[in-house]
Each structure stands twice: as structure tokens, then as C-alpha cells.
């Protein structure tokens, strides 16, 4: 049986090179404020996973993504045991696009404090009087860099996010720019309305982009996870305050509370976190995680 390494390995997956295609395997770690912390949540991978999958599923018709299969028998069988089952999913192979696009459909986070003391974010100008998890008019695009493991991403414009990808791309930066963006915006839109049908806010979220061996705009990584999305049950929503959710933003509310942690989490949190991805994961797809 041939045996397979990482070839890269981000702070809670490791992506290995099968030939034309990549197999991207969401492991139990996890991170918060660009840490990796010292515990793992347990089948916290597989949900995700399954999650992405249900979304690339839901959103194919607005754009292509990567993904062929989650399923380890269509994988080598070095694959096809415990270890990688349900937390596994085989992609075709992309040229990554340089950008995070990140969109915000409600004010929170870095993004309200920005706009308390500007009245601004990432640069847009937003309507005045706006409170702390507000709807806002029209999602808004907030690009930023990619940074390697340990830097911290970088708030972008439209306009840099065109410089870079010009860069990267001569005599198409434009057209990839405005095209990932379009993409973002028409995919939070049309996920957003259906979570907020089955009763989760969809505040913010982050998508990443390739280009095909053709040049094609193609839908990569991850998608609509707890791990790249602020997620908020829409029962007892009240703009004015912070929000239960149902991403690791308990988990931050914890390290935050508690400086001397060394970023290790007791079993209550850890309990508490995968429940909360398995109520989500339950409320979106109408189906109890049993993986």
C-alpha cells in the first residue's frame, strides 16, 4: 500500500497530493487568535467536512467548487480507514487565488470596532447609528490577504485586492477580482436566506477561490463551516450586544476570560463546542451528525 505525507498542513488540516487530484482532511484541531491550541474536538473534522459538502452541494449552479468526493472508498487505501472517514474530502487540484474573500452580512467583531471609531469598515462607509450585530443594508466584501502560518491576514480594498491578483495574474486581475467578489456576495446572499429559513444568522464568512486548468473560476477549500463563519441561532437575536453562535467564538469568549489558559481548554468547553457544531449541522441539513 502506498503510504502518503502531508504536503502542507495548515493549523487544523493537512492537504496530500494524490496525482491530478488533492485529498484535504479536516483534523480534531483547532484554533482560535491564530493559535493552534492543545486539545482536539473530537469528529470535529468530519462535521465540518460534511458541512462543506452539503453546502458546495447547495451552491454549485452559482459557481463550480472543487470537490468530487467525501466518500474514502473513490480515495487510495491508505485512506479508507478510521482515521480519515468522514473528515475526508478528494478535490480537484486549483491554482489558489492570493485573496480571502471575506463577506459581512451583519456588523460584529473587528468590524464593529471599526466602525465605532470610524464609521467605517475595511473602508466602507456604512449608515450612521448602526448598533453592535446589526443587519446591515447590502453584505458588504471585505477582502484581505492570505498570510502564512503564525502572520495575521491583512484588510485589503477592491482596488489592492486588483493590484495583487494583476500581479499574480497579468491582464486578468481585474476580471478575477470583481469575479470572486461577485461570487462571495452571490453566495452568502443565497446561503444566508436558506440558514436564516432554518433558523441560524449567517453574520459573516470567508470563501477562497482557484482558477481551473482552463482559467475558470472554481470554489475551494472550506465552505460555510463554525471554523470560517460566525453563526448565530435567530432565536433570541437582539442587535445591541454580542451573540450566542454557534462557531468557536465560544471558544475565543473562554481564552479571552481566561489569560493564563496556555491555551488549553477544559472537557466542559470542548463538550460544549462540538454540540454546538452538531445543533448547526443538524438545524442546516435537517439530519442528526452520525458519522
Known sequence: MKEFSPIKEGKVREVYDNGDSLIIVATDRIS???VILKNK?????????????????????????????????????????????????????????????????YITGS???SYKE??????????????????LP???????????????????????????LEKEFPGRGEEYANKIKDCTIALYKKCAEYALSKGIIIADTKFEFGLDENGNVVLGDEMLTPDSSRFWPQEG???GQGQP?????????????????????PDEVLDKTVSKYKEAFLMLTGKEFDK
Open 245 to 265: 453562535s454557534f462557531d468557536k467564538q465560544f471558544v475565543r469568549d473562554w481564552l479571552k476570560a481566561n489569560p493564563d489558559s496556555d491555551y488549553n481548554l
Open 32 to 34: 482560535a487568535f491564530d
Open 237 to 239: 437575536y437582539k442587535p
Open 138 to 164: 447590502e453584505p458588504i466584501y471585505t477582502p484581505t490577504t492570505k498570510a502564512d502560518l503564525g502572520d495575521h491576514d491583512e484588510h485589503i480594498t477592491l482596488e489592492e485586492s486588483i493590484e495583487i
Open 118 to 135: 470610524t464609521g467605517k469598515v475595511c473602508g466602507i462607509e456604512l449608515p450612521e447609528g448602526l448598533k453592535e450585530s446589526d443587519k
Open 111 to 113: 468590524g464593529w470596532e
Open 41 to 105: 474536538v473530537t469528529k470535529k473534522g468530519a462535521i465540518l467536512t460534511q458541512m462543506s459538502k452539503f453546502w458546495f452541494d447547495f451552491t454549485k449552479d452559482i459557481v463550480p467548487n472543487h470537490m468530487i468526493s467525501v466518500d474514502v472508498k473513490d480515495m487510495p487505501e491508505y485512506f479508507q480507514t478510521e482515521r480519515f472517514d468522514g473528515n475526508s474530502m478528494l478535490c480537484k487540484k486549483l491554482k489558489m487565488i492570493p485573496v480571502e474573500c471575506i463577506v459581512r452580512g
